[in-house]
């Protein structure tokens, strides 16, 4: 009879942590804000008025930087059509907003920036 609970145990607790690592499709995104140190010098860098965006692979961050006066934008980052993250703040003068992909799912992100209502960034991201 212990065996049989010990066994059940188990097989819940190793079915628990499978599902979570497996099933679980929600991205965790952290939030910064930074300062502008030169140029970003990564890949996949999209303009919109004064407003740029970039990706660093390396860090898995989102990098929304403004070289212009303040500006106001929304961010919303979709994973296979659903939406993850959606934010609204104002980028200033010479700063930037991060987005650090804390998640461990790779994959394709679908990331759309709009600048005060009138233009916008899109771009496909891969997290690997």
Same mark, same amino acid.
Request: aromatic fraction near 8%; charged fraction near 25%.
């Given at each position: 009879?212990?065996?049989?609970? !010990? &066994? &059940?145990?188990?097989? $819940? ?6 599902? @979570?690592? /497996?099933?679980?499709?929600? *991205?965790? !995104? ?12 990564? @890949?996949?860098?999209? @303009?919109?008025?004064? !407003? ?10 989102? $990098? $929304? *930087?403004?070289?212009?006066?303040? @500006? ?9 059509? &659903?939406?993850?993250? *959606?934010?609204?703040?104002? &980028? ?6 991060? /987005? ?24 496909? !991201?891969?997290?690997?």
């Amino acid at each position: 009879m212990k065996k049989i609970f !010990i &066994v &059940v145990f188990v097989g $819940i607790f190793i079915m628990s942590q499978l599902c @979570k690592s /497996y099933g679980s499709i929600e *991205a965790e !995104i952290e939030k910064t804000h930074g300062d502008l140190v030169g140029s970003s010098g990564n @890949k996949n860098t999209h @303009k919109s008025d004064s !407003i740029s965006m970039s990706y660093d692979n390396v860090t898995n961050t989102i $990098i $929304i *930087a403004n070289d212009g006066g303040d @500006k106001d934008v929304d961010v919303q980052i979709y994973k296979d059509g &659903v939406l993850v993250y *959606a934010d609204c703040d104002n &980028v200033g003068k010479g700063s930037s907003l991060n /987005y650090i992909m804390t998640d461990e799912e790779s994959g394709d992100y679908y990331v759309r920036v709009d600048v005060e209502g009138r233009g916008s960034i899109e771009t496909t !991201i891969t997290n690997e």
